[in-house]
């Protein structure tokens, strides 16, 4: 990360690989998990996922406490939804910025009317918004 975080940003983090490793456990076919994160605006909820994605696709950031037997996923796909697509390049704007580890040429992309890839690639953080489905 290119910025310090804040010590209630290091514990929502801890609790969200938590909630992760967790339902990492529990995952089937017949018993899906979802994780949900959510902070009050202005508490840096793209930075903290920022320092997440650098955890899962590479390695985690020094100022974070996380444990010895963490192992990053490089071949992880992310999915970032919001339903504005301005909100979608502001947010993948600001993590291209703030991240030393999450910037490689293609590594950001965008699903819009173009996006004509078979399947979502591993190693790559995408920024949709549902509007694309309706219109395209």
Not at 18 to 44: C, H, I, M, W, Y
């Amino acid at each position: 990360m290119k910025v310090s975080l804040f010590d209630f940003q290091k514990d929502a983090l801890a609790k969200l690989r938590e909630a992760l490793a967790s339902a990492r456990k529990s995952v089937s076919p017949d018993n899906q998990q979802v994780v949900a994160f959510s902070a009050p605006t202005g508490s840096g909820k793209t930075i903290m996922m920022t320092a997440l994605f650098e955890a899962i696709l590479d390695e985690p950031d020094d100022q974070l406490a996380w444990p010895l037997d963490w192992a990053p996923h490089p071949d992880a796909v992310i999915l970032w939804v919001s339903d504005m697509p301005e909100l979608n390049e502001q947010t993948r704007l600001k993590i291209e910025s703030k991240s030393d580890k999450v910037y490689r040429v293609n590594q950001l992309i965008t699903i819009d009317a173009h996006f004509d890839a078979p399947r979502l690639a591993g190693g790559r953080i995408y920024f949709v918004a549902p509007e694309i489905f309706i219109t395209a």
